[in-house]
């Protein structure tokens, strides 16, 4: 075999393996799941616990989450993978994966399907207001009900009328905070005692 064919071969066989890691990389950016980029929080840790952060808003108005009713406590469980703790309805405290938004409203009295969400009234997409739900800052584009909420998710679940320009300090609003909870952003220092906190077993 000449010096030159072993070039060929050579040649021939890091095409392939380039070629590879880069249909990888591609193919793997362009299908990448929502939860491929978000692991547990702990990675240490062997039980899943997780935070998102979230606003549901119904004609400009926030929907107040942070009573006792809503509240997961050693006395009262509404969900047995997804709550709220110790009258803060902004941060879903979540200890399985595969949760879908939906199951875990469901947990505290308000029904979310792909079109309506329901609370003291039943509200639907329209021709004017629609139901829609942003994820970091971004409009979800599938159903509604197949959202499926990551490690420090930011989700504003809103019903009114949609507007591009004014939507802004909704998403704004939404808080910060699930980092501080999950112990990723230790510049913000320790998450503060809860009845379920980083240990929470819940």
């Not at 004017?128 to 909420?149: A, C, G, H, K, R």
């Amino acid at each position: 075999m000449t010096m030159q064919t072993n070039k060929i071969i050579l040649a021939f066989i890091l095409g392939l393996i380039v070629g590879g890691l880069l249909t990888h990389t591609v193919l793997g950016t362009s299908h990448a799941d929502h939860h491929d980029n978000h692991p547990i929080a702990d990675p240490n840790d062997d039980k899943y616990h997780v935070h998102a952060d979230f606003h549901i808003v119904v004609h400009n108005t926030l929907v107040n989450l942070d009573e006792d009713m809503f509240q997961t406590t050693s006395a009262q469980e509404l969900h047995p993978d997804a709550h709220l703790h110790d009258n803060n309805g902004d941060v879903k405290h979540i200890h399985a994966e595969g949760v879908t938004f939906a199951s875990f409203l469901d947990s505290l009295g308000i029904t979310l399907t792909d079109s309506c969400l329901t609370l003291d009234n039943e509200y639907c997409s329209g021709e004017i207001e629609e139901v829609l739900l942003f994820v970091n800052d971004e409009i979800f584009t599938q159903p509604i009900s197949t959202y499926i909420p990551v490690d420090s998710d930011r989700i504003l679940l809103r019903y009114g009328y949609y507007d591009p320009e004014t939507i802004q300090p909704y998403l704004d609003a939404v808080p910060n905070d699930a980092c501080y909870y999950s112990g990723t952003c230790p510049e913000r220092g320790v998450a503060p005692a809860e009845s379920c906190g980083l240990t929470c077993e819940l």
